[in-house]
Protein backbone atom coordinates (compact mmCIF):
# COMPACT_ATOMS: atom_id res chain seq x y z
CA UNK A 1 0.00 0.00 0.00
CA UNK A 2 2.97 2.62 0.84
CA UNK A 3 4.52 1.95 -2.12
CA UNK A 4 0.91 2.19 -4.07
CA UNK A 5 0.40 5.04 -3.21
CA UNK A 6 4.46 6.50 -4.17
CA UNK A 7 3.40 5.24 -7.27
CA UNK A 8 0.45 7.54 -7.84
CA UNK A 9 2.45 10.65 -6.26
CA UNK A 10 5.22 9.68 -8.88
CA UNK A 11 3.25 8.49 -12.29
CA UNK A 12 0.07 11.39 -11.22
CA UNK A 13 1.21 14.25 -9.16
CA UNK A 14 5.23 14.29 -10.56
CA UNK A 15 6.68 13.72 -7.04
CA UNK A 16 9.46 11.22 -5.81
CA UNK A 17 7.59 8.16 -4.77
CA UNK A 18 9.40 8.46 -1.53
CA UNK A 19 7.22 11.63 -0.82
CA UNK A 20 4.20 9.74 -1.16
CA UNK A 21 5.12 6.41 0.36
CA UNK A 22 6.52 8.47 3.47
CA UNK A 23 3.14 10.06 3.31
CA UNK A 24 1.12 7.48 3.50
CA UNK A 25 3.10 5.44 5.90
CA UNK A 26 3.22 8.38 8.05
CA UNK A 27 -0.78 8.72 8.47
CA UNK A 28 -1.27 5.22 8.06
CA UNK A 29 1.02 4.95 11.49
CA UNK A 30 -1.25 7.26 13.16
CA UNK A 31 -4.72 6.42 12.46
CA UNK A 32 -4.44 2.54 13.76
CA UNK A 33 -4.64 4.26 17.63
CA UNK A 34 -8.13 5.28 16.30
CA UNK A 35 -10.98 3.14 17.10
CA UNK A 36 -12.17 0.55 14.89
CA UNK A 37 -15.11 1.01 14.42
CA UNK A 38 -14.40 4.90 13.02
CA UNK A 39 -11.44 3.03 10.49
CA UNK A 40 -15.01 1.35 9.23
CA UNK A 41 -16.94 3.96 8.95
CA UNK A 42 -14.04 5.49 6.86
CA UNK A 43 -13.50 2.62 4.21
CA UNK A 44 -17.53 2.80 4.30
CA UNK A 45 -17.26 6.55 3.00
CA UNK A 46 -14.48 6.03 0.50
CA UNK A 47 -15.89 2.86 -1.21
CA UNK A 48 -18.76 4.80 -2.79
CA UNK A 49 -16.44 7.71 -5.01
CA UNK A 50 -15.25 4.68 -6.16
CA UNK A 51 -17.59 2.87 -7.52
CA UNK A 52 -18.84 5.82 -9.04
CA UNK A 53 -15.42 6.58 -10.62
CA UNK A 54 -15.15 2.67 -11.92
CA UNK A 55 -18.75 3.04 -13.67
CA UNK A 56 -17.74 6.20 -14.82
CA UNK A 57 -14.38 5.10 -16.47
CA UNK A 58 -15.80 1.38 -17.77
CA UNK A 59 -18.40 3.46 -19.62
CA UNK A 60 -16.14 5.45 -21.08
CA UNK A 61 -13.71 2.67 -22.20
CA UNK A 62 -16.22 0.62 -23.68
CA UNK A 63 -17.88 3.60 -25.56
CA UNK A 64 -14.67 4.40 -27.48
CA UNK A 65 -13.73 0.69 -27.59
CA UNK A 66 -12.54 -0.17 -30.95
CA UNK A 67 -12.44 -4.13 -31.33
CA UNK A 68 -10.69 -3.83 -34.67
CA UNK A 69 -7.64 -1.65 -33.03
CA UNK A 70 -6.95 -3.74 -30.39
CA UNK A 71 -4.18 -5.77 -30.23
CA UNK A 72 -4.65 -8.27 -26.46
CA UNK A 73 -1.82 -10.82 -27.33
CA UNK A 74 0.71 -7.12 -28.25
CA UNK A 75 -0.67 -5.93 -24.57
CA UNK A 76 -0.35 -9.22 -22.79
CA UNK A 77 3.11 -10.14 -24.47
CA UNK A 78 4.41 -6.93 -22.33
CA UNK A 79 3.33 -8.55 -18.91
CA UNK A 80 4.66 -10.56 -16.51
CA UNK A 81 2.45 -13.74 -16.42
CA UNK A 82 1.59 -14.64 -12.69
CA UNK A 83 1.43 -18.92 -13.33
CA UNK A 84 1.70 -20.90 -15.85
CA UNK A 85 -2.34 -20.67 -17.40
CA UNK A 86 -5.05 -18.40 -17.20
CA UNK A 87 -7.27 -20.44 -15.20
CA UNK A 88 -4.45 -20.70 -11.96
CA UNK A 89 -3.82 -16.66 -12.47
CA UNK A 90 -7.48 -16.50 -12.31
CA UNK A 91 -7.89 -18.23 -9.12
CA UNK A 92 -4.58 -16.75 -7.38
CA UNK A 93 -6.72 -13.27 -8.27
CA UNK A 94 -9.84 -14.82 -6.52
CA UNK A 95 -7.47 -16.40 -3.78
CA UNK A 96 -5.32 -13.30 -3.08
CA UNK A 97 -8.46 -10.60 -2.58
CA UNK A 98 -9.43 -13.27 -0.06
CA UNK A 99 -6.36 -13.75 1.54
CA UNK A 100 -5.60 -9.47 1.58
CA UNK A 101 -9.13 -9.08 2.88
CA UNK A 102 -9.59 -11.49 5.77
CA UNK A 103 -7.94 -9.41 7.94
CA UNK A 104 -10.01 -6.72 8.41
CA UNK A 105 -13.01 -9.24 7.10
CA UNK A 106 -12.48 -10.86 10.87
CA UNK A 107 -12.27 -7.70 12.87
CA UNK A 108 -15.69 -6.03 11.22
CA UNK A 109 -17.26 -9.75 11.19
CA UNK A 110 -16.20 -9.48 14.88
CA UNK A 111 -18.31 -5.85 15.75
CA UNK A 112 -21.41 -7.63 13.86
CA UNK A 113 -23.43 -9.66 16.67
CA UNK A 114 -26.43 -10.88 14.52
CA UNK A 115 -25.40 -13.72 12.29
CA UNK A 116 -27.80 -13.20 9.04
CA UNK A 117 -26.42 -9.52 9.11
CA UNK A 118 -23.00 -10.69 8.74
CA UNK A 119 -24.29 -13.23 6.44
CA UNK A 120 -26.00 -11.22 4.08
CA UNK A 121 -23.39 -8.18 4.78
CA UNK A 122 -20.72 -10.92 3.41
CA UNK A 123 -22.81 -11.78 0.33
CA UNK A 124 -23.69 -8.31 -0.77
CA UNK A 125 -20.02 -7.09 0.15
CA UNK A 126 -18.50 -9.93 -2.30
CA UNK A 127 -21.24 -9.16 -4.90
CA UNK A 128 -19.98 -5.66 -4.46
CA UNK A 129 -16.40 -6.12 -4.56
CA UNK A 130 -17.10 -9.11 -7.43
CA UNK A 131 -18.75 -6.09 -10.04
CA UNK A 132 -16.17 -3.62 -9.07
CA UNK A 133 -13.19 -6.19 -9.91
CA UNK A 134 -15.19 -7.44 -13.48
CA UNK A 135 -15.43 -3.39 -14.55
CA UNK A 136 -12.36 -3.02 -13.59
CA UNK A 137 -10.56 -5.56 -15.86
CA UNK A 138 -13.35 -4.84 -18.68
CA UNK A 139 -12.20 -1.09 -18.74
CA UNK A 140 -8.57 -2.38 -18.97
CA UNK A 141 -9.14 -5.18 -21.50
CA UNK A 142 -10.42 -2.54 -23.75
CA UNK A 143 -7.18 -0.57 -23.55
CA UNK A 144 -4.68 -2.75 -23.11
CA UNK A 145 -2.17 -1.59 -25.56
CA UNK A 146 -1.96 1.85 -23.81
CA UNK A 147 -1.93 0.62 -19.93
CA UNK A 148 0.76 -1.78 -20.40
CA UNK A 149 4.20 -0.89 -18.30
CA UNK A 150 2.23 1.90 -16.34
CA UNK A 151 1.81 1.09 -12.64
CA UNK A 152 -1.19 2.68 -11.84
CA UNK A 153 -3.74 1.66 -15.18
CA UNK A 154 -6.99 2.93 -13.99
CA UNK A 155 -5.70 6.70 -12.95
CA UNK A 156 -4.61 6.69 -16.91
CA UNK A 157 -8.09 5.45 -18.42
CA UNK A 158 -9.03 8.71 -16.34
CA UNK A 159 -6.83 10.80 -17.58
CA UNK A 160 -8.01 9.71 -21.15
CA UNK A 161 -11.35 10.88 -19.91
CA UNK A 162 -9.94 14.82 -18.60
CA UNK A 163 -7.43 15.17 -16.22
CA UNK A 164 -9.99 16.31 -13.76
CA UNK A 165 -11.01 13.37 -13.69
CA UNK A 166 -7.50 11.59 -13.54
CA UNK A 167 -7.19 13.94 -10.30
CA UNK A 168 -10.16 12.90 -8.68
CA UNK A 169 -9.40 9.24 -9.34
CA UNK A 170 -6.07 9.45 -7.87
CA UNK A 171 -7.67 11.46 -4.75
CA UNK A 172 -10.35 8.50 -4.43
CA UNK A 173 -7.22 5.45 -4.91
CA UNK A 174 -5.07 7.30 -2.33
CA UNK A 175 -7.96 7.22 -0.16
CA UNK A 176 -8.59 3.47 -0.43
CA UNK A 177 -5.02 2.63 -0.32
CA UNK A 178 -5.15 5.21 3.16
CA UNK A 179 -7.93 2.91 4.46
CA UNK A 180 -6.41 -0.96 3.19
CA UNK A 181 -3.02 0.32 4.69
CA UNK A 182 -4.94 1.02 8.30
CA UNK A 183 -6.93 -1.89 8.47
CA UNK A 184 -3.78 -3.93 7.27
CA UNK A 185 -1.71 -2.83 10.02
CA UNK A 186 -3.77 -2.44 12.64
CA UNK A 187 -5.02 -6.47 11.80
CA UNK A 188 -1.01 -7.51 12.24
CA UNK A 189 -0.16 -5.33 14.93
CA UNK A 190 -3.74 -7.10 17.35
CA UNK A 191 -2.63 -9.96 15.85
CA UNK A 192 0.82 -9.45 17.90
CA UNK A 193 -0.25 -7.50 20.88
CA UNK A 194 -3.49 -6.48 21.86
CA UNK A 195 -4.38 -3.08 21.34
CA UNK A 196 -5.31 -2.10 24.47
CA UNK A 197 -1.87 -2.80 25.81
CA UNK A 198 0.79 0.31 26.42
CA UNK A 199 3.18 -1.42 23.70
CA UNK A 200 0.36 -1.67 20.68
CA UNK A 201 1.74 1.67 19.64
CA UNK A 202 5.40 1.18 20.05
CA UNK A 203 4.84 -1.98 17.78
CA UNK A 204 2.46 -0.71 15.09
CA UNK A 205 5.27 2.21 14.89
CA UNK A 206 8.04 -0.94 13.90
CA UNK A 207 5.73 -2.66 11.72
CA UNK A 208 4.99 0.59 9.88
CA UNK A 209 8.98 1.77 9.79
CA UNK A 210 9.73 -2.00 8.25
CA UNK A 211 6.24 -1.85 5.79
CA UNK A 212 7.42 1.48 4.59
CA UNK A 213 11.27 0.09 3.74
CA UNK A 214 9.77 -2.76 2.00
CA UNK A 215 8.14 -0.16 -0.19
CA UNK A 216 11.99 1.03 -1.25
CA UNK A 217 11.43 -2.70 -3.59
CA UNK A 218 9.33 -0.72 -6.16
CA UNK A 219 5.41 -1.26 -6.54
CA UNK A 220 5.26 -3.24 -9.57
CA UNK A 221 8.00 -5.71 -8.33
CA UNK A 222 5.91 -5.92 -5.00
CA UNK A 223 2.71 -6.45 -7.26
CA UNK A 224 4.37 -9.59 -9.22
CA UNK A 225 6.08 -10.94 -6.10
CA UNK A 226 3.43 -10.41 -2.96
CA UNK A 227 0.50 -10.87 -5.28
CA UNK A 228 1.11 -14.26 -6.46
CA UNK A 229 2.55 -15.82 -3.07
CA UNK A 230 -0.41 -14.19 -1.15
CA UNK A 231 -2.74 -15.73 -3.69
CA UNK A 232 -1.12 -19.31 -3.20
CA UNK A 233 -1.08 -18.79 0.90
CA UNK A 234 -4.86 -17.69 0.23
CA UNK A 235 -5.54 -21.40 -1.31
CA UNK A 236 -4.16 -22.36 2.24
CA UNK A 237 -6.73 -20.07 4.08
CA UNK A 238 -9.85 -21.11 1.33
CA UNK A 239 -9.66 -24.89 2.43
CA UNK A 240 -9.09 -23.87 6.50
CA UNK A 241 -12.49 -21.65 6.21
CA UNK A 242 -14.78 -24.50 4.72
CA UNK A 243 -13.28 -27.27 6.65
CA UNK A 244 -14.06 -25.03 9.58
CA UNK A 245 -17.26 -24.47 8.26
CA UNK A 246 -18.31 -27.94 8.09
CA UNK A 247 -16.87 -28.59 11.76
CA UNK A 248 -18.77 -25.98 13.03
CA UNK A 249 -21.65 -27.12 11.12
CA UNK A 250 -21.55 -30.42 11.98
CA UNK A 251 -20.90 -29.70 16.10
CA UNK A 252 -24.21 -27.77 15.79
CA UNK A 253 -26.24 -30.75 14.25
CA UNK A 254 -25.08 -32.86 16.75
CA UNK A 255 -25.87 -30.37 19.95
CA UNK A 256 -29.09 -30.03 18.68
CA UNK A 257 -29.72 -33.59 18.06
Known amino acids: MFSGAGAIFEEQFGLPAIVGSLFMAAITIASVTLNVQKIIGLISAVTPFLLVMVILIAGYSLLHFDPSAINIDSGVAKASPAASNWMLEALLYVSYNIAAGVAMITVIGGTVKDQKVAGWGGIIGGLGLGLL ?110 VSWFLYKSRSSKVYV
Open 133 to 242: ILLINISMLTQIENISGVAMPMISLANEIHPVIGFIMALVLIGMIYNTAVAMLYAFSARVVKPEKSSFKSFTILFGIIAFIASFVGFVKLVGTVYPVTGYLGFLLIAAII
